[in-house]
């Protein structure tokens, strides 16, 4: 039933009748279908009103709602579908001051800013942290190459490759080194790249 009134872009049915599905479903389904909903509902907001309609649509949420974080990942990925770089950013900073949120720390890497210096400095401050962790220089890297800081992505892609080597990483080291005009290192990155599971 569930998967035919998402079908059918039923997203307030859908909503009401999920929290009368909860004990049937697992925790982890429950948080996949909350964050579908939130998903279907921003997405025909903005379709249909516009993005600043969405943030309106979003402030005027209950607070109980603006705090889930399956709303809140639906939220940022729909602000990053409409272009709203900058808002994605706020959203993703504030609401991770406190520690990483698992369904939002992967949205940093789709952030595309010039200034991305908000999100650099917190995810700089979990490095200090967790000096080991290779998805925050992953990460880490992807922000600095697109907010065209290429002597921070490559170090910190360099980082993330030595401690866990991954394709997405090592083809944007490919890139990097295109960039700079390397082509022995680009096609070594690109070499390890296709060698390694992402």
């Known amino acids: 039933k569930a998967e035919l009134l998402a079908e059918l872009g039923?997203?307030?049915?859908?909503?009401?009748?999920?929290?009368?599905?909860?004990?049937?479903l697992s925790k982890e389904n429950y948080t996949l279908w909350s964050q579908r909903i939130a998903k279907g509902k921003f997405a025909e907001i903005a379709s249909k009103q516009g993005?600043?309609?969405?943030?309106t649509y979003w402030q005027n949420l209950p607070r109980k709602m603006r705090h889930d974080d399956a709303y809140q990942a639906a939220y940022v990925q729909q602000l990053l579908?409409?272009?709203?770089?900058?808002?994605?950013?706020?959203?993703?900073?504030?609401?991770q001051k406190r520690g990483?949120?698992?369904?939002?720390?992967?949205?940093?890497?789709?952030?595309?800013?010039?200034?991305?210096a908000p999100s650099l400095r917190l995810i700089e401050?979990?490095?200090?942290?967790?000096p080991e962790d290779a998805s925050l220089y992953s990460t880490l890297g992807h922000v600095a190459h697109h907010s065209g800081d290429d002597v921070l992505a490559e170090k910190a892609l360099l980082k993330a490759t030595t401690l866990a080597a991954n394709k997405e990483d090592l083809l944007l080291l490919a890139s990097i080194s295109e960039r700079k005009q390397d082509a022995v290192a680009a096609l070594q990155y690109f070499k390890e790249g296709q060698t390694v599971a992402s």
């Not at 993005?51 to 943030?55: D, F, V």
């Not at 579908?81 to 609401?95: F, K």
């Open 51 to 55: 993005a600043s309609e969405l943030k």
């Open 100 to 116: 990483r949120k698992a369904s939002l720390f992967p949205l940093f890497k789709q952030l595309n800013l010039p200034n991305a």
């Open 81 to 95: 579908a409409q272009g709203m770089h900058d808002d994605a950013q706020t959203c993703l900073v504030e609401w």
């Open 125 to 130: 401050a979990w490095i200090k942290q967790a």
């Open 10 to 24: 039923q997203w307030n049915t859908l909503e009401e009748n999920l929290s009368q599905w909860r004990k049937a």
